[in-house]
């Protein structure tokens, strides 16, 4: 009688476990999908921004870009931040307009935290947004041409595809916001690519922010 008290108890106890892991598994797939809706409509607010004020003529150039992160005030670094993160997402802009002014604005090192937070946030995101919806997205955001050429070149070059991503990221010539996307197609985990990205990226934003931050100041 003990035995079946206990057999049926341990069924009972499994059970409450088995609800348990099903009610954690069901709130964190709520909140994934919650994020992710949150991070979508974050990037499609922060495009229109973007392409309004492009239109309008705010970022044509060093000077207007300047006005109108000051006309924010202490807000300026923050603004900065958020332009860098959506630059590279929306890749129009190049990321060398915000690594000049940054530097000029706040001085070197707050323009280097600056830019350094919003380049690696919004190569992130591009690397997300890749990873999340695949070919066809990226397909809507380059052309065929560039896309097919890059695949043929990867076949070449899987294995030593992560020491060739360090470098193109540590050079300032390279299409950084196509290697993102690009490269979340690939089978490289986050964890390496935000290794890849946090490691390589500090040097070119490092030089801007001190030739611009102590030479034209």
Known sequence: MEHKI????????EHKKEQ????????????????CIALAITVIGGGIWFFYEYRIGTFRDVESFKIFINSFGVLGPILLTVFQCVKTVYAVIPSTLGCIVGPTL?????GIICNYIGICSGS???FWLSRTF?????????????????MRWLEKQKKSYPVFLWIAIFLPISPDDFLCYFTGLTEMSFKKFALIILTSKP???????????????
């Open 134 to 150: 695949g070919i066809s997205f990226v397909k809507q955001i380059f052309s065929e041409k560039k896309y097919q050429k890059s």
């Open 203 to 217: 040097f070119t934003i490092i030089v801007y922010g001190l030739i611009f931050g102590y030479g034209f100041n």
């Open 124 to 126: 992130f995101v591009a």
């Open 106 to 110: 706040f001085g070197p090192w707050v």
């Open 6 to 13: 206990q057999e049926k108890a341990s069924v009972l106890i």
């Open 20 to 35: 348990a892991i099903d009610i954690i598994e069901t709130k964190t797939s709520l909140l994934k999908k919650l994020f």
